[in-house]
């Protein structure tokens, strides 16, 4: 079955460097891969999507990349702020064009 | 502003009761959708349906119904079949091929 994996250990970064997420997957080859912001108790908010034959996505101080040979996507922050402070969720399209869900990693930048 | 409302945004259910969480959209989108989650786990789908009066079941649709009787809307009941309930519950949207989903601010569902 496909399975999506991301770091459930909370990320600290000092404000103003780059912050770098990480999403394996495994058994699939999806056409596309989604990113999300979520706040606590609040539904996610849709950033970036990034489909299998792009490298690379930028969105002002987002920049997605997407390696189908090594099944990883990285997600990066750059110049980040305290206000980048949440849990990033990636999402993965299945066989039935549906989304299968990491569990989310937890963003902490100190000012 | 166009959106999705869920309401409640807490609910809390007594054993043997069955509730419904509405979910209200206005961005005139085909696709909505049921998920579940936990702490810890990735969201988990519950039902979806794409088109008016049709729906089908997730990964984890037993204990839970739906109906799609207007495409604006699509509520959720939590039957009494549902052994382990409380949980964060959420709505999404999107246009069918577009890319993102919308979400709504979510309902937490505590048994009492």
């Known amino acids: 079955s496909q399975k999506i994996e991301q770091n459930s250990e909370a990320l600290n970064i000092q404000e103003g460097k780059t912050a770098t997420l990480t999403c394996n997957y495994t058994?699939?080859?999806?056409?596309?891969l989604q990113w999300y912001r979520q706040d606590p108790g609040r539904g996610p908010v849709f950033l970036l999507l990034i489909r299998e034959n792009e490298k690379e996505k930028r969105k002002e101080r987002l920049k997605v990349t997407f390696d189908t040979t090594l099944k990883q996507s990285l997600f990066h922050i750059t110049a980040s702020q305290p206000a980048d402070s949440a849990t990033y969720l990636c999402?993965?399209?299945?066989?039935?064009?549906?989304?299968?869900w990491g569990a989310g990693t937890k963003l902490i930048i100190k000012p | 502003d166009g959106g999705i409302t869920q309401s409640p945004k807490y609910l809390f259910r007594k054993e043997g009761q069955n509730v419904t969480l509405s979910c209200e959209q206005n961005l005139n989108h085909d696709a909505m959708y049921w998920y579940r989650q936990d702490p810890g786990q990735g969201l988990r789908l519950i039902y979806y349906?794409?088109?008016?009066?049709?729906?089908q079941k997730g990964d984890i649709a037993e204990g839970y119904s739906v109906s799609r009787e207007k495409k604006e809307s699509f509520p959720l009941t939590v039957t009494s079949a549902q052994k382990n309930p409380t949980a964060f519950y959420l709505c999404?949207?999107?246009?069918?091929?577009?890319?993102?989903?919308?979400f709504g601010s979510g309902t937490r569902l505590t048994v009492v």
């Open positions: 058994n699939y080859s999806p056409a596309y």
């Open positions: 349906s794409q088109i008016v009066n049709d729906f």
């Open positions: 999402a993965l399209d299945d066989s039935n064009y549906q989304l299968i």
């Open positions: 999404a949207s999107t246009e069918q091929g577009a890319g993102g989903y919308t």
